[in-house]
C-alpha cells in the first residue's frame, strides 16, 4: 500500500514540483558508524551457494563515497536450525565471500561480524517468492496512461501474509529502482506491480521506448524487513515532496549486543529470487 | 452527564439569576447597528457619562446596561462611526435602538481609522486576544491578490504556520489541530483551499474575526491552543447591495438584501477558481479549483427573538492525468435564536452541524477512498447582565461526532485492491460553563470561570486488545519501536461506553488599570481537547485524518499562563501591548519511527504520548489613527516536545529527548502598514522575518543496496535558512463614474517583491544520473505580481 500512498502524497504536491532547484546545506557530520550489506540471494533454479556480504563505513553527507570499505573483519553466518557454520574470507575490498553456503527455506539464519573488537549480530529467516506468472507492457497502466510501462504479474498466496521486493533497473542506466508490497489491502488476488519512467530533462531520464530493456529482479522479504525497506525507499524518494514525513534514523537488524549504541546500518536480508529481464516492443 | 441533568442545572441558573432582581435600579437594553446596511456592530461601547457604568454590545449587537433611578447622558460609540447622545430618565426598564453612523458616509474617507473593536481595551481583563475587521484584511497584501484570513492572522504576534503552502496555522507553539476554528459557531475543520495556497474563508461574506490566543473565555472549549471565531455578515437589511471582484485566482460574487418586509435579510456569497489554474504549472493534463459559497439570513420575530440561518460549503477538487482525482471540502450550517427573556437576560440557542470530507479516485490502481468527520451540535447560551458591576455568562452545549476514517473500495472487477472499511467511530463531547466579568473596584476588574467538559467514546465498535495493554512497544534487540502483540478483541454494542473522560477546566482574568492610559493584566486558563488530528508529515494535508479520544489515545490538557502590559499613547493613536506566556501540554500524540498512518484501523500502534511546552515573548506595537495605520509585531518564543518511552520501554522518540516542534521560530517579526495618499489612492505594505523552521537534515551517507542512503540527524535538530520578503499594494478608486452607487477599485500587488527564494523545504537525494547527493530547495512563492477588480453597487 505504500507505494499508493506515496504516489498520492506526491501528486499532491504537484503544486511545488516545478519550482525546485539544487543548493549548498551545511549540514552535521555524525561519528562514523560500520555498514552491513548482508543480502543473501537464492535465484530459482540455482544452488545458491556463492553468497557475498558488504561491509562498509558511513562517509559525512557530501563528500565522495570512496575508501570506505572495511577490511579485516571476520564475517559468519549460522543457520539457527541445523547448526551449520558459514564462513565468508575478507576479499580485501569490503567484500567477504563464501562458496559453501546452503539456503534452506524457513530456516532462521544468524550473521556475526567481528570488526576492531565489537560484535555485530543479527538473525533472519529465510523468505521464499512465488513465481512472475506473466510480464507485458502497456501504456494505459500507470501513473500517466500515455507512457509506456511494463506490468510484472504474480499470484499472492491467500493463506499467509506476503512481503515482496522489486528492483528495477533498465539497462544503461546508473542507478536501480525498487518497490516494496506487501498484500495487506490484495491478499490472495493476481498482483501486478508496474515499473514506468516520464520524461524528465533535469536528470536526463527519458520515457520507455520500444527496444529498451529493464532487468527485474523479485524477492520474498520479512515483514520486519519490509518495514525496513519501506521506511528507507520512503526517506530514499521524497526528494522535493512537501508531504514526505519527518525523516528519521534508519535501524537495520545489526545489533551490537555489548555497546548498544554503536549497531551497525545496513541489514542481514535472506530471500528467494526470481530474476527476468524484458525488451519494450 | 445527559442532556437531562444539563436541563436542570441551567434551569437553577436562571433561578438563581431571577432572585437577583430585587433592587432600585433600572436596565436599559437594546440593539446597536449600522444605519447603512442594518449589520449588527459588535464591541460598540455604551456608557453613561460621568459614571463608570458601561456596556460593550455582543455578537449580536446587543447590549443591557443597569443603574440606578435617575437621569443620565446614555452615549454611544464605535470607531469610525459618529458618536451619539442621548439624555434618558431612568425610572423604569426601557429598550433604545441605535443605528450608527459612519463618520464619513463617503466611500472615500480621508482620514483612516481602524475600528475600535481592533483596539485594545485597557479595563477589559480578557488579553491575548487578536481582533480584525474585514476592512484592515482587504488591505493587507497578499499573493495573487486573494484576500486570506487565515495568512492575515499571521502577521499577529504568536501566530505562525510551517511555511507558504502549508495548511492551517500555529497559535503559540501549538499545533494545526489545536486550533478551534469556528465560522459562524459551526466548527471548520480544514482552513485551507489548494492544500494552503488560500484559506476557505470568503471575506467578502465576512464581519469579523476574532483570535484567542490565550485567556479563552469558558464558553469555548475542546481545543487547547486558540479559538478562532469567524462571523459572517447578516445581509443588508436596508437595500439590495451587490459586491464582487474579478482576481487572478478567483472571481467572487455577493449579493445581499432586506426580506419580509426589512424584517429579515440575507446574503449569498459565491467564489470559484477558475479550473484548470495550474495546467501551465505541472505541464499535464491536470487540473486544481475550489469553489465556496457562504449563507446567511436573519428574521426578526418580534423584539425578543430573532432568528439567524447561516450556511458553508467549499471544495477543491483535483486531476491529474486522468487516472488520479481528489476531492475534499467542508459543509455546515447553523440555525440560531436569539431570545431576550429580560432587558437583563439574553440567551442564544444554536443548532450547528458540521462536515469535513475527502475522497480519492485512483484509477491507476482500480480503487476509490472515502473518509469523513461529521457533528452536530447544540448549544445554548446565556448572558446575564446582573448589575453594573457584574456580567454572567453561562451555558451548555453537546457535541455528537461520527468520525469516518475511510473506506477503499475496487472499481473494477479486475482491481487487485480487497474492500477495506476502518471502523466508523462516534463519540459525545459536552461542557458546561460559567464565566463571570467582575468590576472589582475602578481599578480592578476580573473574568473568572468554569467549564466542565465531559467526552465518551461510543460503541458499536471491535477494539484489539494487545499484551500487557501495549499498543506499541520496544523491540530492545533491534532497538526500535513495533506494533504491541494482538492477543484478542473486545466489541463495545452501540452506544456502549468505551471510555469517559472529564475535566474541571478554571479560567482566570485580572486586569489593573494603572492609570488611564495603562494597563497590567494577567491570565490563567486550563483547556482540554479530545479529538486529535493524525499527521506524521511536515505539513498538514488534506488526507490526515482526525481521531477521538478512546481507549488508547487519552485527551490533550493544558495549562497556559500570561502576563501583559497595555498601553495607549498619544490621544490613543499608538497602543503598545506586550505579553508572555508559558504553556504546557500533556498527552500530546506523537508518531514512531515509520509509523503508517493511511489506512490503518489500529492507529495506536503507530503513536507514543508525550508532552509540548513553549513559551515566549509577544509584543505588538499598533497605529490605529491617522493616514498611516499598521502594526509592528514581533514575537521570540520556543515551541518543544518530548516522549518518553514511558510503559512501551525504551527512552522513546528522540530518545526520550526535548525536540523543537515542527513550527517553532525563535524569532518572528511583521510590519503591516497602509497609507492613504488621497480619496483615489491607498497604499499597502508587509514586510515579514522568521527563523526558519526546524527540519532534519542528513549527518551520513553509505551504500546499500546499490543507492547512496542517507542517515538522519535527531528530529529537527536543523534549521531552514530564514524566511523574510516584502510586499507592497495600490488601491486605487477611480471616481465619477456614470453609473449611480456604482462603486469600483482596483488592487495591484506584488508579492515577495525581491524574489526571495523562500525555502518551503528542502530535502537531500541522490541525482538519478550523477549519482552524486544533491540538496534540493523547494521554493514556493517568488516575486508575484496580481491585479483585482472590485466592485460594489
Redesign the interface.
Known sequence: ??I??RN??S??S????????????E????P??L?I?A?LNWEKGTLGNEQVISL????????E?IN?EVVGASVKVTNMTTGTEFEFSDQNDGTYKTSSFIPVLGNSYSLEVQHEGETYMAEETFSSVVDITEINQSTE?????EVLEVNVLFDDPIDEDNYYLF?FKEQG????E?VEISDE????????IFYEKEDDDS???EEFVPGDSVDIKFYGISEQYY?YI???L????????????????????C?NPEN?DN?A???FRLSEMVTASYSFQ | MNIQQYRQLTLLFMLFTTFLFAQDSFTISGTIKDINNGETIFGASVFLKDTNIGAMSNEYGFFSITAPKGTYILTVSYLGYAEQQQEITLDKNQKLQFELKESSTELEEVIVTAEESERINIKSPQMSVSKLKIKTIKNIPVVLGEVDIIKSIQLLPGVTNTGEGSSGFNVRGGAVDQNLVLLDEAIIYNTSHLLGFFSVFNADAIKDIKLYKGGIPSRFGGRVSSVLDVRQKDGNNKHMAITGGIGVISSRLAIEGPIVKKKGSFLLAGRGSYAHLFLKLSGEDNSAYFYDVNLKTNYTLDNKNKFYLSGYFGRDDFSFGGNFKSGYGNLSGNLRWNHIFSSRLFTNLSLIYSKYDYALDFKTFEFDWLSYINNYNVKYDFSYYLNDTMKLDFGANIIYYDFYPGKIEPTSSTSAINPLELDEKTAFESGLYISVEHKITKQLSANYGLRYSRFSRLGQQTLVDYRDNLPVVYNETIGIYESGEEVGATYYKSGASIETFDNFEPRLALAYQVNDNSSLKTGYSRTSQYIHLLSNTTSVTPLDVWTPSGKYIKPQLSNQYALGYFRNFKDKTYTLEIESYYKTVANRIDYIDGSDLIGNNTIETEILTGEARAYGLELLLRKAKGRFTGWLAYTISKAEQRTPGGASGGLGINNGEWYNSAHNRTHDLSLTGSYKFNDKWTFGANFIYQTGRPVTYPDGQYEYEGLTIANYSPRNSDRLTAYHRIDISATWKPKGTSVKKWNSEWVFGIYNLYNRRNAASISFGQNRETGINEATRTAIFGIVPSVTYNFKF
Not at chain 1, 56 to 63: G, I, L
Open positions: 500500500m505504500r499508493y500512498k498520492i502524497l501528486i499532491l504537484f503544486l511545488a514540483i516545478s519550482c525546485t532547484d539544487i543548493v549548498d546545506v549540514v552535521q557530520s555524525a562514523l558508524r555498514v550489506e543480502s562498509s563505513q558511513t562517509v559525512p553527507y557530501f563528500d563515497l570506505n497502466q500507470g501513473f500517466n496512461d528492483r542506466d546508473l542507478l536501480p525498487f489491502f490484495t491478499n490472495g488476488n493476481q498482483m501486478t536528470i536526463n531520464q518495514n519501506q521506511l528507507l520512503n526517506q530514499y524518494e521524497s526528494v522535493g515532496n512537501p508531504f514526505s514525513t519527518v525523516p528519521v534514523v534508519l535501524k537495520g537488524n545489533t548498544p549497531y546500518f545496513g541489514y
